[in-house]
DNA sequence: CGAATAGTGTCTCTTAGACAATATTTA
DNA sequence: TAAATATTGTCTAAGAGACACTATTCG
């Protein structure tokens, strides 16, 4: 008989555990989420009959009153010797939200968030590779903004999310095409009022 | 207390199984190794005290005769209903090699690799996607040539990979930065001898 | 008006892509 | 010599990046 035919409960299992990063931006940088009080990410097992986006919801949603957030999966992290207490994987996520819907966790850039449990720091690490490389392309992936952005507020999320400074001039045109100009401006700031754009 | 604290005994647990996609490419096409007779990605479950990674090697030593392989991660499969044995994980790996290294897979050209047991067909989508993105910067990133090659072989490979013809000059002034002369040619063949590279 | 921000013109440099020409081999 | 392949020259178009200039608002 082919192995993968055989029973299953011939086989000793593991816990599964999802460990999420949330990650918002606020000002000029990119924050991560933690759990109040403590140096990890928010995560749980998996319990019988949930997915895995349906436990990150849940833990998200029973340890920072976070709801409607859409996971994304990064990476199993599988080392034999990572929990303590046991046989435990690990399956990262990622979850961006506006700098508004944080709930209870504890915000720290993410250039700060080191000396973490387990090995959260290395999922931090692939939590802001992977939102970099969802902004490279596309304005505003993640809706970190409403749904009407001035090239203003597009290029301070961009920077923080990138890390780095961005010419107005350049940055202006990479994004015009992608970008939904909705005639309106936004006046009382000074200084010329900017259009105002949706995404396309 | 904290659920992440509690004893891990406290929670039924998931199978984990790995599914792998084996890459290569032969003549102008990408391959992926199926077992034998049946429509198939080479899986096992997850044992205790192996990573998942170590299932992927048993599990391609044992089906496939293939050693000394470098699985890497592609995504977890977690749907409630895609095994119907019951609560099984899939991790989805792929590895990529060398066309004469391909032990007792059935070779299928991933473009015809459809129709396959469980969610196999998305991971061969996934595979392909991934080697695809690894060859776009890098001249042979998973050693798919020998430590020689000519700048033939090589965009070969790019076109079987990328499922495209590409231009030979522009191929070549695009390769030639990443790769290293070794003053070598290869004769033998009609036509002009090509210069012999090695990766940088 | 002056400060601040938005937006445009324009120049340079690099690169992709294409086509053509030259170079060197085998049969 | 003819066919085949390698390699280089060159032109064009597009895009990134930088700098300077103009436009429009608030206080």
């Known amino acids: 008989m082919d192995p993968i035919d055989r029973p299953l409960t011939d086989?000793?299992?593991?816990?599964v555990a999802v460990d999420t990063a949330v990650l918002t931006v606020r000002g000029a940088e990119l924050y991560v989420g933690l759990v109040p009080?403590?140096?990890?990410?928010?995560?749980?097992?998996l319990h019988e009959g949930e997915t895995l986006a349906g436990a990150v919801r849940r833990s998200?949603?029973?340890?920072?009153?976070?709801e409607g957030v859409a996971?994304?999966?990064l990476h199993v992290f599988d080392a034999l010797d990572r929990d303590s207490r046991g046989w435990v994987l690990s399956?990262?996520?990622v979850v961006v939200v506006p700098a508004e819907?944080?709930?209870?966790?504890e915000l720290v850039p993410t250039s700060a968030a080191t000396g973490l449990d387990f090995d959260h720091d290395a999922i931090v690490?692939?939590?802001?590779?992977?939102?970099?490389?969802?902004?490279?392309?596309h304005p505003d992936p993640e809706h970190l903004l409403g749904p009407e952005l001035t090239l203003r507020d597009l290029r301070r999320v961009h920077e923080a999310v990138h890390g780095a400074a961005l010419q107005p001039d350049t940055f202006r045109r990479a994004m015009l095409p992608r970008l939904e100009p909705t005639g309106q401006r936004r006046r009382g700031d000074v200084g010329k009022p900017a259009q105002l754009f949706r995404r396309r």
């Open 60 to 66: 998200l949603a029973q340890k920072a009153g976070l």
């Open 91 to 93: 399956v990262a996520h």
């Open 101 to 105: 819907s944080t709930g209870a966790l």
């Open 37 to 45: 009080g403590r140096p990890r990410l928010p995560g749980a097992f």
């Open 71 to 73: 996971p994304a999966q």
């Open 125 to 137: 690490e692939q939590a802001a590779r992977w939102i970099r490389d969802r902004y490279v392309d």
């Open 11 to 15: 086989y000793p299992r593991p816990s």
